[in-house]
């Protein structure tokens, strides 16, 4: 198996180099069938991150929240640790860590209902994820348990198999453009 460290090179370039137009229709079909599930529709609160770096796009999703009256949760990055803090419109964001859009620091979520949607570089069919080394989704899905969760990802970042170690939390759903990866 490929260390964790050269499944994060390999993919990250890869993705980078997704031409936009797929980009953009792929990230279009991915959100369509997430916002499709029960688990989006019937939760109120939902955690999303800001796409950069060539991730799944996050927008078309936002909008559908906002439409439906959801709250609308995204990531500030604190040092080690990560909080999420509510917007309203893309307008609210600004370059924060790593050069990710990220909201003004206000309340940070109480986070125990709703459902986080989260990125990664890459990811097995077994759902296990490989995101960028920092440990911030794995830290704060221990503390907020209760969260549901589901991740983004185009097909070509679903591996046969990425490490896990102890302390990886995988996500619940995987959508990509053509599969949902789920327990069973
Ligand atoms: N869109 C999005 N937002 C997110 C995450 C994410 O994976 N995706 N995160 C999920 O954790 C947190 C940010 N974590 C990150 C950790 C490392 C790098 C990164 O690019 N590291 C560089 C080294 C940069 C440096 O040290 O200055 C690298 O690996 O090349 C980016 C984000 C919170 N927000
Ligand atoms: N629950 C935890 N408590 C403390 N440290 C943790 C926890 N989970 C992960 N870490 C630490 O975070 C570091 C990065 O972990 P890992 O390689 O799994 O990150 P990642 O899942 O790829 O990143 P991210 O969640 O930020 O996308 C490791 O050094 C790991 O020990």
Same mark, same amino acid.
């Given at each position: ?40 529709? $019937?939760?109120? /609160?939902? &955690?999303?991150?800001?796409? +950069? ?9 936002? @909008? *559908? ?14 040092? $080690?640790?990560? /909080?999420? &803090?509510?917007?309203?419109? +893309? ?9 990710? @859009? *990220? ?82």
């Amino acid at each position: 198996m490929e260390t964790k460290k050269s499944i994060r090179q390999i993919i990250r370039k890869q993705r980078k180099e997704l031409d936009p137009i797929i980009w953009q229709s792929q990230t279009a079909e991915i959100c369509r069938k997430t916002c499709e599930l029960d688990v989006f529709r $019937e939760a109120t /609160d939902i &955690y999303c991150y800001i796409d +950069f770096g060539g991730e799944v796009g996050t927008r078309p999703l936002m @909008l *559908e929240a906002w439409k439906l009256g959801k709250t609308v949760w995204v990531p500030k990055v604190h040092g $080690e640790t990560m /909080d999420f &803090y509510e917007i309203t419109s +893309f307008d609210e964001l600004k370059p924060g860590a790593y050069g990710i @859009l *990220e909201p003004d620091a206000g309340i940070p979520a109480s986070a125990d209902d709703g459902l986080m949607i989260m990125p990664g570089v890459a990811f097995d069919t077994n759902r296990n994820r490989v995101g960028y080394g920092g440990g911030y989704y794995d830290r704060y899905l221990k503390s907020h348990p209760q969260l549901h969760t589901l991740a983004l990802a185009f097909d070509m970042q679903v591996l046969f198999e990425v490490p896990a170690e102890e302390q990886d939390i995988k996500p619940q759903l995987l959508v990509t453009e053509t599969n949902i990866y789920q327990e069973g």
